[in-house]
């Protein structure tokens, strides 16, 4: 199974140093840019330890302070042959967080793409302003393909005689998410919240499940669908129980942040002799307002 590292490099406006005039009045005198958390996520290459430099100093876990105007020339290198993965340039600017992180792989760097003034502008009321990046590298299932996501509410229609939640799905899929292509990000959306679609169908929708299709081909490839089966196989006295089977959905949901990049991501991996599927989605906090 692939290694898959996640953690963000962020740029924090936080220190302000005061002085006082001649009448006691506060004037601001220095103004800082702290770096706090950094990182990058990696799949496949298991041999190069990566770092972030920042105008030639490796970060490290101690804080690192940068005046308000500085030229900040941030790399992705390796720390080893001191190859640069990725180079970019930013000006610390106060007041406005700069968040970066990128997907590496062995083969190809994607670079963190930075909101615009447009991508800042918040969701409307209920919703979740959302992009996402398809990074999945999974050896064929989903990998190298563009997305489609019919997204799907899921919801308790009663118990069963064993005290079991019955599930359904329902009826029609409650928004569509297109062609999410591979290893770029896909332009900002406004998805509605679960209170939202609770609101505009009625229901009291506990989870979201997706039926996933390659967008060019219109193949489906993981599906979505209710399932009856007995409670305890065998024991047919203690009735069936309905459940929604499928990937489910948690990124949005999860989400905190009005202004939200999810990432994609799938794997393989063996349990007790069997491989199986494992999907998520990893909402990425730092480039939220």
């Not at 898959?4 to 220095?30: A, Y």
């Not at 970066?100 to 930075?114: L, Q």
């Not at 896909?186 to 929708?205: Q, R, W, Y």
């Amino acid at each position: 199974m692939e290694k898959n590292n996640l953690c963000l490099l962020g740029l924090f406006f936080v220190s302000i140093l005061w002085s006082c005039d001649t009448e006691g009045d506060q004037v601001e005198e220095e103004t800082y840019v702290q770096v706090r958390s950094y990182g990058f996520t990696k799949i496949g290459d298991t041999e190069n330890e990566l770092g972030f430099y920042i105008n030639g100093d490796s970060l490290g876990p101690s804080d690192n302070y940068y005046t308000k105007g500085a030229e900040l020339h941030i790399e992705l290198k390796k720390k080893e042959s001191g190859e640069v993965l990725l180079d970019s340039t930013r000006i610390a600017v106060f007041g406005e967080d700069i968040a970066i992180t990128a997907f590496y792989t062995g083969e190809i760097v994607i670079p963190m793409k930075p909101l615009t003034g447009e991508d800042k502008e918040p969701a409307s009321e209920g919703y979740k302003k959302v992009r996402y990046i398809n990074f999945i590298k999974d050896g064929g299932l989903l990998e190298g393909r563009n997305l489609t996501l019919e997204v799907y509410g899921v919801y308790y229609t009663g118990t069963n005689a064993a005290g079991f939640q019955n599930e359904a799905m329902t009826d029609g899929p409650i928004y569509v998410i297109e062609n999410i292509g591979t290893d770029e990000f896909t332009p900002f959306i406004e998805l509605p919240e679960l209170e939202t679609v609770n609101a505009n169908t009625g229901l009291e929708l506990e989870k979201i499940v997706a039926k996933i299709y390659d967008a060019n081909t219109g193949d489906l490839l993981m599906d979505a669908y209710e399932e009856e089966k007995e409670v305890f196989p065998g024991f047919p006295d203690w009735g069936t129980n309905v459940s929604v089977q499928g990937i489910q959905l948690g990124g949005l949901r999860n989400a905190t942040w009005n202004i939200t990049t999810i990432q994609l991501n799938g794997y393989w991996y063996e349990y007790n002799g069997e491989m199986l599927y494992y999907y998520n989605e990893t909402g990425i906090d730092a480039l939220s307002e």
